[in-house]
């Protein structure tokens, strides 16, 4: 299992963006798929975006698309999500997650959770 941790969560007003950043502490890392998943109050863990190991291949829930933005650094052993144009229905826990399957966009694929970081956006 990779131990991630997350940060970079906040409270924000529509419009405004955030930068998420997840660390990992598994060496191959650079083997892994990255995911970042969302949980609203009440609601199922929701897949936002994923990035493959290679970096070849990105995936965007519809929601998300041409506003987040998902990234990794290889060396560092991080992955980001670059949030833009935040909107209200983006609130919610945001957690890191890692997946030894390529391309891999569903909660079930992924074996290694962070704890999460809360993101607020006020109307």
């Known amino acids: 299992q990779v131990q991630l941790v997350e940060s970079g969560g906040g409270l924000v007003q529509a419009g405004d963006s955030l930068r998420l950043s997840c660390a990992a502490s598994e060496r191959t890392f650079s083997r892994y798929t990255m995911g970042w998943f969302r949980q609203a109050p009440g609601k199922e863990r929701e897949f936002v975006a994923a990035i493959s190991w290679g970096r070849s291949v990105t995936s965007y829930t519809d929601s998300v698309k041409g506003r987040f933005a998902i990234s990794r650094d290889n060396a560092k052993k991080a992955v980001y999500l670059q949030m833009n144009s935040l909107r209200p229905e983006d609130t919610a826990v945001y957690y890191c997650?890692?997946?030894?399957?390529?391309?891999?966009?569903?909660?079930?694929?992924?074996?290694?959770w962070g704890q999460g970081t809360q993101v607020t956006v006020s109307s």
């Open positions: 997650a890692a997946a030894d399957k390529f391309d891999a966009t569903t909660k079930d694929e992924y074996g290694s």
